[in-house]
């Protein structure tokens, strides 16, 4: 089954060759046993991701009393698939289950746990972090259903996972498949995104200095026309040329106006997602509450949040946020950098799906890649051509200059 409701239900988690903090679900009261699959974009189809079983003898001395006394009680938990932290990943299960499961969370409040289904392939404490605060495709996940600070979310999650068990009056949880590059997505991942807009609005996350100086520009250049450079401080993947890069973005007259650039891994996930989200919201007449913001992304108001109109970056998973462009609302534009010979079309084709003007190049890779496999290849920087990144984002900012939806 892809989809589970179980009542009295514990989750023990425990760890495999694969990922730490993988779920067994015990049924207390209904004595149900069954395999969950869940679909995986990694496969595209469908494996085990847990089980459900009645207690063993082995349970007795965690599950004792009743309540359990050795474990966390709980009245409610959702099981949200988590198979990587990797925002496009994420994807493909956070919609579907926000869908599910949004108006029994709005109905419990702050009563809900979110618990991570986790896959194998989100490897943790291998390839991923064992801490929770560093799970930023988590707090993506579940940032539709919550108005908790990133701070809470991971401190709650963290309890969670290392408890030794959390057992709960109802415990919901589903692995639907979806695919958000398909053009019939684009409602869905819409409504995922308002939602998320609502929430992160009423936690008010701040803003670097860079992009609030955006708001002493002229009506010409309003903030939804904001193309936003994604600079990367890691050692893979970047512009090895990006200072003369910088240099001349920075001396011409149009594009130094309409293009910021920012380090968005340096930045909390909530300003992330606000900075790219675009909506338009207006307050209830006499409040000052973020909670009476009403969101109208396809009848604009007076803006009250950021938002970007375009990406720039070098494939990665910046370049997942062109999901969450609105493109719906104006013009958006996505510019995707390639190393020479590395081939990967699903950013272009979640701008088609959702309208967004997409263009892409490639460039030679930097001296000392080494190999030409396509994981090598992956992991390459890049020297640009400055003269011909500068015409692809001249092309992407005249687009989404005219605003209105194109």
Known sequence: MVTFSLR??????????????????????????????????????????TAVRPPSDGDKALLGGSPPTRCLNRPLGIAVPFSCNNIYHQAFHAVPAF??????????????????????????????????????????????????????IANRTHQLVNAPCVCYDVLHGNADAFNPIAVR???????????????????????????????????????????????????????????????????????????????????????????????????????????????????????QVHACSGLIAVHGQAMAWVMFLASDAHRTAAVEIFPQGLVNSIYEMASQALGVRYESLRAPASPGCGGGARESRLNCNVTVDVGTVLEVVRRAAEYTRTGGAG
């Open 185 to 303: 997505s684009a409602g869905r991942l819409r409504a995922f995104r308002s939602a998320a807009l609502v929430n992160l609005h009423a936690a008010a996350y701040p803003f670097p200095a860079s992009v609030r100086a955006a708001d002493s520009l002229d009506g010409s250049t309003a903030r939804a026309q904001m193309l936003l450079w994604v600079v990367r401080r890691h050692k893979l993947r970047n512009i090895d040329n990006e200072a003369a890069l910088a240099k001349r973005l920075e001396g011409d007259p149009v594009l130094s106006q309409r293009v910021h650039r920012l380090v968005l891994d340096e930045l909390p996930l909530g300003t992330q997602m606000r900075l790219v989200i675009s909506a338009w919201c207006t307050r209830a007449r006499g409040s000052s509450s973020p909670s009476a913001c009403k969101c109208s992304p396809r009848r604009p108001h007076t803006p």
């Open 99 to 152: 869908e599910r499961w949004a108006a029994i969370a709005s109905a419990a409040g702050s009563a809900v746990d979110f618990v991570p289904l986790i896959y194998a392939t989100a490897a943790v404490g291998k390839k991923m972090s064992i801490e929770p605060r560093k799970w930023h495709a988590w707090e993506w996940s579940i940032r539709p259903f919550t108005r908790e600070s990133s701070a809470t």
């Open 8 to 49: 009295s239900a514990c989750v023990i988690p425990y760890d495999d060759r694969s990922s730490r903090f993988r779920s067994a679900i015990v049924s207390l009261r209904d004595d149900v046993e069954a395999v969950v699959h869940g679909f995986s974009e990694y496969v595209n189809g469908y494996q085990r991701i």
